[in-house]
Protein backbone atom coordinates (compact mmCIF):
# COMPACT_ATOMS: atom_id res chain seq x y z
CA UNK A 1 0.00 0.00 0.00
CA UNK A 2 1.36 3.40 -0.38
CA UNK A 3 0.49 7.27 0.94
CA UNK A 4 1.26 10.16 0.97
CA UNK A 5 0.98 12.88 3.67
CA UNK A 6 1.67 16.82 2.99
CA UNK A 7 2.82 18.86 6.20
CA UNK A 8 0.60 21.56 6.07
CA UNK A 9 -2.82 22.36 4.55
CA UNK A 10 -1.85 25.74 3.99
CA UNK A 11 1.25 28.02 3.53
CA UNK A 12 1.52 31.68 3.04
CA UNK A 13 4.05 33.46 1.89
CA UNK A 14 5.20 37.11 0.31
CA UNK A 15 6.13 37.93 -2.81
CA UNK A 16 9.44 36.81 -3.82
CA UNK A 17 10.34 34.73 -1.10
CA UNK A 18 11.02 31.07 -0.87
CA UNK A 19 8.15 28.42 -1.51
CA UNK A 20 8.63 25.13 0.27
CA UNK A 21 5.93 22.38 0.49
CA UNK A 22 6.74 19.43 2.35
CA UNK A 23 5.73 15.79 0.56
CA UNK A 24 6.66 12.30 2.48
CA UNK A 25 5.62 9.22 0.94
CA UNK A 26 5.22 5.84 2.12
CA UNK A 27 5.50 2.92 -0.62
CA UNK A 28 6.70 -1.01 -0.22
CA UNK A 29 8.27 -0.71 -3.69
CA UNK A 30 10.78 1.63 -5.53
CA UNK A 31 7.74 4.95 -6.47
CA UNK A 32 7.10 7.51 -9.27
CA UNK A 33 6.67 10.76 -7.77
CA UNK A 34 4.55 13.23 -8.84
CA UNK A 35 3.28 17.24 -8.11
CA UNK A 36 0.56 18.74 -9.73
CA UNK A 37 -1.00 22.24 -9.15
CA UNK A 38 -5.01 22.89 -9.26
CA UNK A 39 -6.09 27.18 -10.07
CA UNK A 40 -9.63 27.54 -8.97
CA UNK A 41 -12.33 25.62 -10.99
CA UNK A 42 -9.54 23.82 -12.72
CA UNK A 43 -8.27 20.07 -13.49
CA UNK A 44 -4.99 19.64 -12.16
CA UNK A 45 -1.65 20.18 -14.01
CA UNK A 46 1.33 18.20 -13.87
CA UNK A 47 4.52 20.30 -12.27
CA UNK A 48 7.19 17.42 -12.52
CA UNK A 49 7.49 14.73 -11.56
CA UNK A 50 10.28 11.61 -10.08
CA UNK A 51 10.80 8.31 -11.81
CA UNK A 52 14.48 7.31 -10.27
CA UNK A 53 16.56 9.17 -12.91
CA UNK A 54 17.92 12.38 -11.28
CA UNK A 55 17.12 12.77 -7.80
CA UNK A 56 16.88 16.94 -8.19
CA UNK A 57 13.97 17.34 -10.78
CA UNK A 58 13.24 20.48 -12.42
CA UNK A 59 9.59 21.34 -13.69
CA UNK A 60 7.07 24.38 -15.12
CA UNK A 61 6.77 27.68 -13.79
CA UNK A 62 10.18 28.03 -12.04
CA UNK A 63 9.30 24.58 -9.55
CA UNK A 64 11.65 21.87 -8.55
CA UNK A 65 12.08 19.20 -6.24
CA UNK A 66 14.29 16.49 -4.87
CA UNK A 67 13.56 13.38 -4.13
CA UNK A 68 15.48 11.34 -0.90
CA UNK A 69 14.98 8.27 -0.02
CA UNK A 70 16.36 8.32 2.95
CA UNK A 71 14.31 10.57 4.38
CA UNK A 72 11.49 9.13 1.97
CA UNK A 73 10.53 13.05 0.81
CA UNK A 74 9.94 14.52 -1.98
CA UNK A 75 9.50 18.49 -1.09
CA UNK A 76 8.66 21.00 -3.42
CA UNK A 77 10.37 24.26 -3.94
CA UNK A 78 10.46 27.92 -6.12
CA UNK A 79 13.24 30.55 -5.23
CA UNK A 80 11.10 33.23 -5.24
CA UNK A 81 7.38 33.28 -5.19
CA UNK A 82 4.99 34.61 -8.02
CA UNK A 83 1.07 36.06 -7.49
CA UNK A 84 0.33 33.77 -9.99
CA UNK A 85 1.78 30.62 -7.61
CA UNK A 86 -1.47 31.05 -5.48
CA UNK A 87 -3.39 27.47 -5.67
CA UNK A 88 -3.55 24.02 -4.18
CA UNK A 89 -0.18 21.94 -4.76
CA UNK A 90 -0.87 17.95 -4.67
CA UNK A 91 2.10 15.03 -4.01
CA UNK A 92 1.15 12.11 -5.81
CA UNK A 93 2.90 8.68 -5.51
CA UNK A 94 2.69 5.63 -8.24
CA UNK A 95 3.88 2.56 -7.82
CA UNK A 96 6.95 1.78 -10.55
CA UNK A 97 6.45 -2.24 -10.87
CA UNK A 98 2.26 -1.94 -11.34
CA UNK A 99 0.77 -0.77 -15.17
CA UNK A 100 -1.66 1.56 -15.45
CA UNK A 101 0.00 4.48 -13.71
CA UNK A 102 -3.08 4.81 -10.72
CA UNK A 103 -1.72 7.70 -8.07
CA UNK A 104 -2.67 8.26 -4.64
CA UNK A 105 -2.82 11.64 -3.78
CA UNK A 106 -1.64 13.85 -0.57
CA UNK A 107 -3.62 16.19 1.03
CA UNK A 108 -2.68 19.06 -0.48
CA UNK A 109 -1.19 22.08 0.45
CA UNK A 110 -3.14 25.62 -0.50
CA UNK A 111 -0.36 28.39 -1.30
CA UNK A 112 -1.26 32.09 -0.50
CA UNK A 113 0.96 34.84 -1.90
CA UNK A 114 0.86 38.25 -0.03
CA UNK A 115 1.58 41.38 -1.99
CA UNK B 1 -1.18 20.20 -24.43
CA UNK B 2 -3.64 17.90 -23.12
CA UNK B 3 -7.23 17.81 -24.25
CA UNK B 4 -9.95 16.00 -22.15
CA UNK B 5 -13.14 17.86 -21.43
CA UNK B 6 -16.05 17.50 -19.02
CA UNK B 7 -19.45 18.29 -19.43
CA UNK B 8 -21.11 19.92 -17.55
CA UNK B 9 -18.56 22.46 -15.32
CA UNK B 10 -21.15 22.63 -12.62
CA UNK B 11 -24.80 20.67 -12.12
CA UNK B 12 -27.11 21.31 -8.90
CA UNK B 13 -29.71 18.68 -9.06
CA UNK B 14 -32.52 17.16 -7.02
CA UNK B 15 -32.50 14.07 -4.72
CA UNK B 16 -33.85 10.96 -6.87
CA UNK B 17 -32.40 12.12 -10.16
CA UNK B 18 -30.47 10.07 -12.66
CA UNK B 19 -27.14 11.93 -14.04
CA UNK B 20 -24.62 11.72 -16.53
CA UNK B 21 -21.11 13.26 -16.11
CA UNK B 22 -19.49 13.05 -19.15
CA UNK B 23 -15.81 13.05 -20.14
CA UNK B 24 -13.86 13.01 -23.63
CA UNK B 25 -10.46 13.20 -24.40
CA UNK B 26 -9.24 13.42 -28.40
CA UNK B 27 -6.22 12.09 -27.43
CA UNK B 28 -6.38 8.54 -27.92
CA UNK B 29 -5.25 7.25 -24.50
CA UNK B 30 -6.21 4.27 -23.62
CA UNK B 31 -6.09 4.75 -20.08
CA UNK B 32 -8.51 7.07 -18.41
CA UNK B 33 -9.61 7.51 -14.53
CA UNK B 34 -12.53 9.26 -12.35
CA UNK B 35 -11.62 10.76 -9.26
CA UNK B 36 -13.79 12.36 -6.29
CA UNK B 37 -12.67 15.61 -4.68
CA UNK B 38 -14.10 17.02 -1.43
CA UNK B 39 -13.74 21.23 -0.80
CA UNK B 40 -10.17 20.85 0.62
CA UNK B 41 -9.50 17.42 0.39
CA UNK B 42 -7.54 15.20 -1.80
CA UNK B 43 -8.34 12.89 -4.80
CA UNK B 44 -10.09 9.35 -4.63
CA UNK B 45 -9.70 7.21 -6.92
CA UNK B 46 -13.14 6.13 -7.78
CA UNK B 47 -13.42 4.27 -11.07
CA UNK B 48 -10.57 3.62 -14.15
CA UNK B 49 -10.01 2.05 -17.00
CA UNK B 50 -7.20 0.26 -19.21
CA UNK B 51 -9.30 0.50 -22.89
CA UNK B 52 -12.26 -0.35 -24.21
CA UNK B 53 -14.74 -2.33 -22.05
CA UNK B 54 -12.34 -2.67 -19.59
CA UNK B 55 -13.42 -1.11 -16.11
CA UNK B 56 -12.48 -1.19 -12.57
CA UNK B 57 -13.63 0.41 -8.86
CA UNK B 58 -11.18 2.55 -7.13
CA UNK B 59 -10.17 2.81 -4.51
CA UNK B 60 -13.00 4.84 -2.85
CA UNK B 61 -16.50 3.22 -2.74
CA UNK B 62 -18.21 4.64 -4.74
CA UNK B 63 -22.28 4.11 -5.70
CA UNK B 64 -21.91 5.27 -9.49
CA UNK B 65 -20.81 3.22 -12.45
CA UNK B 66 -18.99 3.69 -15.86
CA UNK B 67 -19.09 2.46 -19.32
CA UNK B 68 -16.17 2.47 -21.76
CA UNK B 69 -17.90 1.73 -25.35
CA UNK B 70 -15.48 3.86 -27.19
CA UNK B 71 -11.68 5.12 -26.29
CA UNK B 72 -12.05 8.74 -26.49
CA UNK B 73 -15.45 8.54 -24.05
CA UNK B 74 -15.51 7.41 -20.34
CA UNK B 75 -18.75 8.40 -18.65
CA UNK B 76 -19.92 8.47 -14.99
CA UNK B 77 -23.36 7.64 -13.70
CA UNK B 78 -25.56 8.27 -10.53
CA UNK B 79 -29.05 6.09 -10.96
CA UNK B 80 -30.31 8.19 -8.03
CA UNK B 81 -28.71 11.00 -6.99
CA UNK B 82 -28.43 11.89 -3.00
CA UNK B 83 -26.95 14.79 -1.28
CA UNK B 84 -24.12 12.60 -0.20
CA UNK B 85 -22.58 12.31 -3.93
CA UNK B 86 -22.35 16.20 -3.86
CA UNK B 87 -18.88 16.55 -4.67
CA UNK B 88 -16.10 17.87 -7.69
CA UNK B 89 -15.50 14.69 -9.98
CA UNK B 90 -12.18 15.27 -11.71
CA UNK B 91 -12.02 12.43 -14.91
CA UNK B 92 -8.02 11.93 -16.38
CA UNK B 93 -6.31 10.29 -18.77
CA UNK B 94 -3.07 9.16 -19.30
CA UNK B 95 -0.04 8.33 -22.07
CA UNK B 96 3.23 7.11 -21.41
CA UNK B 97 6.06 9.36 -21.50
CA UNK B 98 9.78 7.95 -20.91
CA UNK B 99 9.22 5.45 -17.53
CA UNK B 100 5.94 6.71 -16.47
CA UNK B 101 2.48 7.24 -17.32
CA UNK B 102 1.21 10.95 -16.71
CA UNK B 103 -2.43 11.63 -16.34
CA UNK B 104 -4.18 14.91 -17.78
CA UNK B 105 -7.00 16.38 -16.25
CA UNK B 106 -10.20 17.72 -17.54
CA UNK B 107 -11.83 20.62 -15.33
CA UNK B 108 -14.09 18.54 -12.91
CA UNK B 109 -17.69 19.05 -12.41
CA UNK B 110 -19.38 20.46 -9.69
CA UNK B 111 -21.89 18.55 -8.86
CA UNK B 112 -24.44 19.73 -6.10
CA UNK B 113 -27.46 17.66 -4.68
CA UNK B 114 -30.40 19.18 -2.73
Known amino acids: AQSVTQLGSHVSVSEGALVLLRCNYS??????LFWYVQYPNQGLQLLLK??????LVKGINGFEAEFKKSETSFHLTKPSAHMSDAAEYFCAVSDSRAAGNKLTFGGGTRVLVKP | EADIYQTPRYLVIGTGKKITLECSQT?????MYWYQQDPGMELHLIHY???????EKGDLSSESTVSRIRTEHFPLTLESARPSHTSQYLC?????????????FGPGTRLTVT
Open chain 1, 50 to 55: YTSAAT
Open chain 2, 49 to 55: SYGVNST
Open chain 1, 27 to 32: SSVPPY
Open chain 2, 92 to 104: ASSAKYGDTYEQY
Open chain 2, 27 to 31: MGHDK
